[in-house]
């Protein structure tokens, strides 16, 4: 038989039916490594690593939260002073 590289233009000739199964049984072998590689390539392009944050960064984000809640409210509020609030015409 040929070497592990095949060309298209090679012509594969088999003597009997235990050559057919070996050569089954390499391009299975082949094809699961390869398919496996593919996985592992698809999964760190697309699916990305989870982060373990430490309490440092946790603590970060809350307080990065809290001061934007804060300034929206504020700025609600010096809206509302500025414009009257919502009075009723009499």
């Known amino acids: 038989m040929h070497n592990d590289q095949y060309n298209t233009t090679d012509i594969l000739v088999y003597h009997n039916l235990e050559e057919v199964r070996l050569r089954k049984a390499n391009l ?3 094809l699961l490594r390869k398919e496996g ?3 592992k390539l698809w999964n760190d392009i697309f699916h990305s690593k989870k982060k373990t ?3 440092k960064n946790r603590i970060s984000g809350i ?3 809290s001061m934007g809640i804060i300034d929206g ?3 609600g509020w010096k809206l509302y002073r500025k414009f009257g609030g919502f ?3 009499k």
């Open 28 to 30: 299975q072998t082949e």
């Open 37 to 39: 590689n593919i996985r």
């Open 73 to 75: 409210a504020l700025l």
């Open 53 to 55: 944050s430490s309490n």
């Open 63 to 65: 307080v990065n939260s």
């Open 87 to 89: 009075k009723r015409k």
